[in-house]
């Protein structure tokens, strides 16, 4: 069974650049999930959907950050503009549906400069 | 709000010695607790949950984690380590019966096994 897929694995940007980040969910996954973990310390969920509809994004910054699950599949999140702070590894994950084990890509890891 | 905590940044072992990792959460209502893992360049995965039933939950590669409900912990265990026990590893919490399924993660031990 393939896995999480994620795209790019690395990203290195100047402050105030635009970048997106794009998950491939496990086949037939219902829920996505993007976390947020800086270094240091463990993920932050900064946004989940629900095929395509959003489920919480309570700590996602939304002044910079958006993320869009059009067709209930693949995602993509973007910050727009970037900050040094957003520095991170951006972890996208899913699961066969809300209640069940999530599933984590091998993250891409954005570096702000 | 809920907070998890690991009390253990980083620990060194030598090999064939005992391992707990200490977690506990803040949270009164009924939670899901997990304990995920990242082996050097791979993903997170994971190691063990712990939904309802009996408290001494068994994972993979004979880790095992025990709920206390009292002491609102989940210490990881494992009676021998092995080299390729190297790793971080976190606790996680989400809410039980919740609408969301949001993890809510420890900061992570790091685990350095000495051959």
Known sequence: EAGVAQSPRYKIIEKRQSVAFWCNPISGHATLYWYQQILGQGPKLLIQFQNNGVVDDSQLPKDRFSAERLKGVDSTLKIQPAKLEDSAVYLCASSLDWGNEQFFGPGTRLTVL | ?115
């Open chain 2, 1 to 115: 709000a809920q907070s998890v905590s690991q009390h253990n940044h980083h620990v060194i072992l030598s090999e064939a010695a005992s391992l707990e990792l200490g977690c506990n959460y803040s949270y009164g209502g009924t939670v899901n607790l997990f304990w995920y893992v990242q082996y050097p360049g791979q993903h997170l995965q994971l190691l063990l949950k712990y939904f309802s039933g009996d408290p001494l939950v068994k994972g993979i590669k004979g880790f095992e984690a025990e709920f206390i409900k009292s002491k609102f912990s989940f210490n990881l265990r494992k009676p021998s380590v092995q080299w390729s026990d190297t790793a971080e590893y976190f606790c996680a919490v989400n809410r039980g019966g919740g609408a969301t399924n949001k993890l809510i993660f420890g900061t992570g031990t790091l685990l350095a096994v000495q051959p």
